[in-house]
């Protein structure tokens, strides 16, 4: 396949590896330790037009496409996936819904700060007893002349606490089920709205996860997102583009990795030679590029489907399910690489591996995918 990579592309891959090299390298392990967000990294971001790469010009953001915005997601994660997941839920889960089903005025009182990098956002689905059955959410959004009012709360919210624009989803009538769930642009400061706890987590310990707490929030109903009744339409649909953004992720995490590992096997000597020189090592250096390979592949083929308006649901599970077991498998095989060194924190391979976990799970476990794809077979 052809992926038509332009000019334009190789400008924004470029721009993203030097801001990861210059930015974010000098100071990721300091973040990493102390598990510190620094909202500035990514209002640097937003100045480079980096929060706004797929979305139209008129919008605030570049005009390019999701193959440049995968392929920058992919190079930041390359050194920080911390940062990369900030940039992927801002971009993929807040942006791309008021994009597709955002009014004009919508577009342009939130897509377009959005997009410009003025605001940061985020996505609120997951309850603490909805997490891949997310029609079980208690969360409420009742109808009272022009505006809702929501109640409830979500739990793991990336850029949570921060992110001025949060797209929520709430259920406006249980007895519908899935036609029952609605979608709502909410702004951080409306009366109500409140930040819980804080997670403290196994990896991406510099980005920021925090329950969202919701009571008696009035929301305009000019803040409806799609019509009331399709937000677990639109929930399905941005996590789908989520996928693509969790596999560039985690393809960026299997590179960083193998690139630490291929520069430690050929500097590392044991009776006498770079342990590179080893079969056994080789061979795993090897194992792991063809795995990468295979990864960016099936993630920027998810990307292309993306760009071209279609379904897309099966190219985005294969390649989230795809990328993050590689970027589970390679990261586990660079630790090994360095031997006792990869267990320490002396050494960046033990992050990557701790970072590379979590994308198997969100934006759908694996087993989710694996019931998309197993269904798209059998349909």
Request: aromatic letters at 8%.
């Amino acid at each position: 396949m052809d992926f038509a990579i332009r000019d334009m592309d190789k400008d924004i891959v470029k721009l993203a590896a030097d801001f990861a090299a210059k930015r974010l390298a000098p100071t990721v392990h300091e973040r990493d330790e102390k598990e510190v967000f620094d909202r500035a990294i990514l209002d640097e971001m937003g100045e480079l037009g980096l929060l706004g790469i797929p979305y139209g010009e008129e919008y605030g953001g570049v005009g390019a496409d999701f193959l440049s915005l995968a392929m920058a997601c992919e190079e930041i994660s390359k050194t920080d996936a911390s940062i990369g997941l900030s940039f992927e839920v801002h971009t993929n889960l807040c942006s791309w819904p008021i994009w597709k089903y955002g009014t004009e005025e919508q577009k342009q009182q939130y897509l377009k700060p959005l997009a410009s990098g003025e605001k940061l956002g985020a996505f609120g689905l997951t309850e603490p007893n909805a997490g891949t059955d997310a029609l079980n959410g208690s969360t409420t959004a009742v109808k009272q002349g022009d505006h809702y009012v929501l109640n409830g709360s979500k739990v793991f919210n990336t850029n949570g606490g921060e992110a001025e624009i949060t797209v929520v989803f709430a259920a406006t009538d249980k007895s519908k089920g899935s036609k029952g769930m609605s979608a709502f642009i909410v702004e951080k400061g409306t009366p109500g709205f409140t930040y819980g706890k804080s997670e403290i987590k196994m990896g991406i310990h510099a980005c920021v996860q925090k329950e969202l707490v919701f009571q008696d929030v009035v929301v305009p109903a000019a803040n409806l997102l799609g019509k009331e009744g399709e937000g677990f339409k639109i929930a399905m649909q941005t996590l789908d583009g989520g996928r693509v953004g969790v596999g560039a992720q985690a393809l960026g995490i299997a590179e960083g990795a193998f690139a630490h590992a291929v520069k430690y096997s050929k500097e590392r000597v044991q009776f006498g030679k770079p342990i590179a020189k080893f079969q056994a090592i080789s061979f795993m250096l090897a194992d792991m590029k063809a795995k990468i390979e295979s990864a960016r592949y099936l993630v920027y083929k998810a990307a292309v489907a993306m760009n071209e308006g279609g379904s897309y649901s099966l190219d985005a599970a294969i390649a989230k399910k795809v990328a993050s077991d590689v970027a589970m498998q390679v990261t586990t095989d660079a630790v090994q690489i360095f031997g006792g060194y990869g267990f320490t924190r002396e050494y960046p391979v033990e992050r990557y591996m701790r970072d590379a976990k979590i994308t198997q799970i969100y934006e759908g476990t694996n087993q989710v995918q694996q019931m998309v794809i197993s269904g798209a077979i059998l349909r």
